[in-house]
């Protein structure tokens, strides 16, 4: 807006909010809103929806790729406004994967590591407790109405709401889900690096969170059945770290369910930091150094063009 917004607090109590502190409180809203919305979707899919009588059942989702298609979408929207929410103030990072990734090769300062990480799990805890709060009744209602095993009365199902866990086909196994987080999140810092790479064909015109958005939706679609495409370490610890206070308890923390899965919860904690750094990595192997030294040649070289344009003197 070009009008002039006065602050809600006095400017002198506002000097600490210019530096760290601003941008940690903008970490912390802009994954809250992240989480708002991605879990507040997959609450609609798996509770709200079939408990409101909008499905066969009260406990009927997921009859086919509608249903999925429905939660990538969800999720992609809520990283769109994620960012934009804090894009302005700490540059939306609402992933510590992407910090920590910014940090090895953006020259993200190191001493903003720890706190940006702590206000997005935080963010993300505060998200999944607005969630909870709203659709309290429906996720109760879902779990009484289901069958099967149930931990302190709740299922794996309402669990998958708010945090992740791997597909049965890896027989509980850790290395299909740690190497499914690693490369999905390698894609994701991957793309956003050749985003908002200047040098590159950046997104212009303020609508590289709509891109970055897409990108999430692309990789639910491709690789999130594995293991629910945490891809993000807070998007997965402030959730977890919800539902284990709320009751879920060993489903949650240390994430584990017998015969199925245990001590799942590191998984989407080191997977997605691992991915995060190999997919900027490889990104700046790939095209950063190329667009580096052309930089440095002065080179310029017309986006789409696959040979020198002929001289006058060649024709």
């Not at 809600?8 to 502190?21: A, D, M």
């Not at 709060?133 to 009484?144: E, G, K, L, R």
């Not at 799942?264 to 490889?282: E, M, T």
Request: glycine letters at 12%; one cysteine or more; hydrophobic letters at 50%.
């Amino acid at each position: 807006m070009a009008v002039e917004i006065p602050p809600l607090i006095k400017p002198s109590r506002l000097r600490r909010r210019g530096g760290l502190w601003g941008e940690c409180l903008s970490e912390f809203l802009g994954t809250f809103v992240l989480i708002s919305f991605g879990c507040g979707v997959v609450a609609m899919a798996v509770a709200a929806l079939p408990g409101s009588g909008r499905t066969s059942g009260p406990t009927m989702f997921f009859w086919g790729a509608g249903d999925w298609l429905l939660i990538t979408w969800g999720w992609a929207m809520a990283v769109v406004f994620g960012i934009y929410v804090a894009g302005g103030v700490s540059g939306a990072h609402i992933n510590p994967a992407v910090t920590l990734a910014f940090a090895v090769r953006r020259k993200f300062p190191w001493a903003k590591v720890a706190p940006y990480m702590l206000s997005q799990v935080i963010g993300a805890f505060a998200g999944a407790a607005l969630v909870y709060a709203v659709y309290h009744d429906a996720i109760s209602a879902f779990d009484d109405a289901a069958k099967g095993p149930k931990t302190n009365g709740h299922t794996l199902a309402s669990f998958s709401i708010f945090a992740t866990f791997p597909a049965p086909y890896f027989n509980g196994g850790i290395w299909g889900p740690l190497i499914d987080q690693i490369v999905g999140t390698a894609f994701l810092a991957m793309l956003v690096v050749a985003v908002v790479d200047l040098r590159n064909t950046a997104v212009k015109a303020n609508l590289g969170p709509l891109i970055i958005g897409f990108v999430v939706a692309a990789i639910g679609m491709s690789y999130g059945a594995n293991a629910g495409y945490a891809i993000n370490p807070a998007r997965d610890l402030g959730p977890r770290l919800l539902t284990w206070a709320a009751g879920w308890e060993d489903l949650a923390m240390p994430g584990t369910l017998s015969g199925a899965f245990s001590n799942y919860f590191w998984i989407p904690i080191v997977g997605p930091l691992i991915g995060g750094v190999i997919g900027v990595l490889v990104y700046d192997l790939f095209i950063g150094d190329v667009l580096h030294i052309r930089a440095q040649q002065h080179i310029e070289t017309e986006v789409g063009r696959t040979k020198p344009e002929k001289g006058t003197d060649e024709e």
